[in-house]
């Protein structure tokens, strides 16, 4: 409509009289109406359209892959149009969808090693679980080292009496410390009656000083007793207690083991097909890698009870004798011999008020 508006007042005569100017004519308005005309229709199409625009951007935002840049001024060709898609090039889309898929494989992979390593666990269990409960109603065979087996029960049997003799020599040194405080606060008494009463004042002073002359003993015999317990406490609740957990280990090292030997057996009775030619090779090198573990920690144990055996003589050796000279002469009354006692093993009495570490030995 508007192209035949255009043509029609495009083509339209104008009429001039002789003295050259334009005649008063009844189409003489026809221009500016047809002018006006098409300046409202451009109008109402431009704002339609560019409300829909503004719409569609304000709903969903500016899509830049479809944005395009004109190169020259308004209504340039087709030509001057750049899209945008074609700025961002093909290198940058590859490294971001090569990112993701990096980012996609390494999580993929993580779970694929939980996976595996879920299901080796749970096989592992499963076939010792099997091979403990057929030892145990003697339906399964297990491999026994008799010699070691019965250097481990001594072991265990070692440590029951050492412990047994740890709790009495705590109990002890809590008993002897409440009598030397005892006596401690004894002698103080006495020395306090010696001032108070005159008739009586050498009796309660005698007391006083052999009260006094007990307590700084038993100081003294504590000190030794504290050393003794101190020595066992770490020779049992240390060394014996990290030998054990050694055959601990090699106890499971050798459920392990009779647990596969017993798969490949069951499996090297079976019918000779691909399938089970297959298993069969791969329950050999499972056997192997248990057998290997197995055998290291049973050496393991053999040099840690032979060491461990040394190491008890020669902690026990020393223990006993500080034990019975401190006591000997601490019940003879002679005071010298026991503190040469506590010389000799390097053993040093911490003062009075001095139960409490400081600040300095705590940090």
Known sequence: MTDRVMS?????EIPINSNGDTGALAEDDSLEQ?????WSLDEKVGSSRGTRDLQQVMVSGPNLNETSIVSGGYGGT???IIPTGSIMGPNMQHSSSSSSMTAEEATRGV???KYEAVKKWGLNTYKCTKQMISERFGRGSRTVDL???AQIEVLRDTKRKYVNVLRLAKALTNHFYNMVQTQHALGDTFADLSQKSPELRDEFGYNAETQKLLCKNGETLLGAINFFVSSINTL???TMEDTLWTIRMYENARLEFDAYRSDLEELSLGPRDAVTMARIEAAQEQYQVHKEKYERLRSDVIIKLKFLEENKVKVMHKQLLLFHNAISAYFAGNQQQLEETLKQFNIKLRPPGADKPSWLEEQ
């Open 8 to 12: 029609k007042a495009a083509t339209m």
């Open 34 to 38: 047809a002018a006006k005309l098409q």
């Open 78 to 80: 087709a030509e001057g």
């Open 111 to 113: 779970a694929v090693e």
């Open 147 to 149: 010699e070691l087996e």
């Open 236 to 238: 049992v609740n240390k």
